[in-house]
């Protein structure tokens, strides 16, 4: 697969390389703000990176209609809505095409950190994002289960990443500390190429193996020994991801089922998501009817110290050719706006540090949230652009290793048009062929399709092995070759395949690797058996739970694609949750090849 003071405060993106991708979901927004704009007013639009969406929104709404707004002698309206910072920032390069499916382009950017606008103008050429003024901070930590951190002596006893790479190397695992019920220590991080906290610490690991702080150069990627301790690291994660969000919803879920300390051990995420999860808020936002539940299990920050890099959330006025000078001027006066002492704390309200130092850090980043506002202790030099660019090639090849099913539909409904002539099935092809250049030689990829009587071979048959799973450097083109010719065929036997493949995940399980499923589907369970539906779906999920926990488990997890406004997204939502993987929404068709990339994030 292709953080210090202000002024340099942490590059947390994607260096772009050609096969580098961003976006994870269907929907070009995760929130928007609710009013509309009149129409004499300046329209200001706000992309903004998906852990401040409420908070700006909120601010938003307060700056509309206030004396600030007025600029220029006219109204300025000021709405915004989520946009992964990685998917933003290629937008951005890319002239930002489709606003009707990408979102309105934006007047405003504000990423997870700085180094984004660094990348954009690098990759653009132009100076697109500059001057960015940081609004809110906070720090990459190591996030553990209390009792994990307490057996490891820690605040007492520093943590560092030598420590991991030790509990990582170390057969006895848990049973080390006096906890063999916990199992093997299992690392929890998002892949850098996709995520803020994924690249910050990839970054601290690298810097980590040379004992620096500062001045990482291209050479010191290349030593024997660096390139040895980063693969030790890599080698506990338990699976790769795009968002530190799947990781926080399945511990929470692991949590209420009191099997939160087999789930992980650690998972590298931002400070104020440990503040969220401990509230009872995994995923930083409240549902309409959602009750947070503080977890059995607290999460407890850690500061490494070898040292940490920070997220500074800047707001970039755009020198885009679609911004206009009055936008600019509303834009410049928002930004003046949010960095009031009196807006700056409402950041403290969503768990984040100040972006102005004139306002001190406060609650909730305290002892009792499971943070500490007295770190960190030691800050990370933010790395020149070859060394970042050389950090994710050097990842690519140390990352772990990746032992994947794709597992796809070829009932009927996959021959529907897609709403643009095209049939489900021909974008879901495509989709696939693209991510099979995102796999290293070395992962193991087999590919199965399914569907009712898709053969006869010693009775019933609902799917067909078309590659055998193996070292996809073998077999990609040729893996290529047959997905072009699939053809949509009759029904939809979802329980039966699911069931099949995580056992056949199981029997040839590798625990060097990341085991996983990939399911497509764009239907519900249709088998012809007039068999009892829920009750066969409750003993698919009590199996999958089985298997997924327990300090001894060997966790296949099956990440779940619901396809098309027609599939099962409930049904498809609890498999992967049962398996602690996560569902990828592509409701709508086009959707399909960013989802499938971002699916294919977690190898």
Not at 85 to 92: E, I
Not at 281 to 299: F, K, Q, S, Y
Not at 443 to 453: E, Q, R
Request: glycine share 8%.
């Amino acid at each position: 697969m292709r953080l210090r003071t202000i002024a340099a405060l942490a590059l947390v993106g994607c260096v772009a390389l050609p096969a580098c991708s961003f976006s994870r979901s269907a929907s070009p927004s995760d929130s928007t703000s609710a009013a509309e704009p009149s129409g004499d007013c300046t329209v200001v639009d706000v992309a903004v990176s998906s852990e401040k969406v409420a908070l700006m929104a909120e601010l938003a709404k307060q700056f509309n209609g206030s004396a600030a707004s007025k600029v220029n002698g006219k109204c300025s309206f000021v709405r915004s809505y989520g946009k992964a910072s990685g998917g933003a920032a290629q937008l951005l390069v890319d002239g930002w095409p489709d606003p009707e499916t990408n979102g309105n382009r934006p007047t405003i950017w504000s990423p997870a950190a700085s180094g984004w606008g660094a990348i954009v103008n690098q990759r653009a050429n132009k100076q697109i994002a500059v001057n960015g003024q940081p609004f809110m901070l906070t720090p990459l930590v190591i996030a553990m289960p209390k009792p994990m951190a307490d057996a490891l002596g820690y605040p007492g006893k520093p943590i560092g990443f030598a420590d991991i790479v030790a509990m990582a190397k170390n057969p006895e695992g848990w049973a080390a500390f006096g906890h063999p019920e916990w199992g093997p220590f299992r690392l929890g991080k998002t892949n850098p190429n996709f995520s803020t906290s994924g690249l910050n610490f990839t970054v601290a690991e690298y810097y980590a193996a040379t004992g620096k702080t500062s001045g990482l150069t291209v050479e010191d990627l290349k030593k024997p020994d660096v390139q040895q301790f980063a693969t030790d690291v890599e080698s506990a994660v338990v699976h790769y991801g795009d968002t530190t969000m799947t990781f926080l919803n399945n511990w929470y879920r692991a949590d209420a089922r009191s099997t939160a300390l087999t789930y992980a051990s650690a998972v590298a995420i931002e400070e104020k998501s440990v503040i969220d999860y401990n509230a009872g808020n995994p995923d930083g936002v409240v549902d309409p009817g959602e009750e947070p539940r503080a977890p059995n299990i607290p999460l407890v920050a850690v500061y490494p110290s070898d040292g940490t890099l920070f997220s500074d959330n800047p707001l970039f006025v755009l020198d885009a050719d679609w911004v206009t000078a009055d936008q600019k001027a509303a834009a410049e006066a928002f930004s003046t706006f949010v960095r009031q002492p009196e807006n700056q704390k409402k950041v403290l309200q969503f768990g984040f540090r100040p972006g102005n130092p004139a306002v001190p850090v406060a609650e909730p980043i305290v002892l009792t949230n499971g943070v500490d506002p007295n770190e960190p202790q030691a800050e990370l030099e933010v790395p020149q652009p070859e060394v970042l660019t050389g950090i994710l090639d050097s990842w690519a090849n140390n990352r772990k290793a990746a032992r994947v099913l794709l597992v796809l539909d070829v009932s009927g409904s996959m021959g529907d048009d897609a709403g643009n002539g095209v049939a489900k099935l021909e974008l879901a092809k495509q989709a696939t062929i693209t991510a099979l250049d995102e796999f290293k030689d070395d992962d193991d990829v087999g590919l199965w399709i399914f569907t009712t009587d898709i053969a006869q071979v010693g009775g019933e048959q609902i799917y067909q092995e078309l590659t055998p799973v193996g070292p996809i450097g073998a077999t990609r083109e040729a893996m290529k070759s047959t997905i072009r010719n699939l053809q949509a065929l009759n029904g939809t036997p979802l329980y039966d395949v699911t069931a099949q493949s995580y056992e056949a995940m199981r029997s040839g399980y590798d625990p060097a690797k990341i085991n996983a499923v990939v399911l497509l589907t764009d239907g519900v369970n249709d088998d012809g058996k007039n068999s009892d539906d829920q009750a066969q779906l409750d003993s698919l999920i009590k199996e999958l739970r089985g298997g997924s926990e327990g300090a001894n488990s060997q966790p296949v997890r099956i990440f779940t694609i619901s396809y098309g406004a027609d599939a099962d997204k409930a049904t498809l939502k609890r498999i992967a949750e049962a398996s602690n993987a996560a569902l990828y929404d592509a409701s709508d068709p086009k959707s399909i090849n960013r989802v499938f990339t971002a699916v294919v994030s977690n190898f």
